[in-house]
């Protein structure tokens, strides 16, 4: 069970990885501006479903977009964005191919997007006005 206090702390953890994300890009390191966006959306992916139905996704990080997609309404919008991010996981983390300047802006583009939409539920979950 996730309570709205969970969603605020996935939240501002989100938050934080974002901050990291946009400072990496800032001083050109892809990798970690990509790896930083990638976890800032897996963050804001717990909060959106704890907002939303008050239980995050146990499975594998794979298995975060279908569990959102599943949830409906915004979860359907975050899991768009997540599986933008998902792919990207790997080749930052391990493979030896460096990160390209645009693979680096679009996942921190698509964490901006998630981080908004979860901002947005973890709202509504905590009863503050919009």
């Known amino acids: 069970m996730a309570t709205a206090a969970d969603a605020a702390a996935y939240l501002a953890k989100a938050r934080e990885f974002l901050r990291a994300a946009h400072d990496a890009l800032a001083l050109g390191n892809r990798t970690a501006a990509t790896v930083n966006a990638v976890h800032a959306g897996i963050s804001a992916s717990d909060a959106v479903a704890a907002a939303l139905v008050g239980a995050v996704s146990q ?64 709202r509504r979950r905590s009863g503050a006005p919009d």
């Open 59 to 122: 499975g594998d990080h794979a298995d975060a977009a279908g569990y959102l997609e599943a949830i409906g309404g915004d979860g359907r919008a975050a899991a768009r964005q997540l599986r933008q991010l998902l792919p990207l996981k790997h080749k930052a983390e391990y493979d030896a191919t460096p990160m390209t300047e645009a693979e680096a802006r679009r996942a921190v583009t698509a964490a901006e997007r998630l981080v908004a939409l979860a901002a947005r539920e973890a």
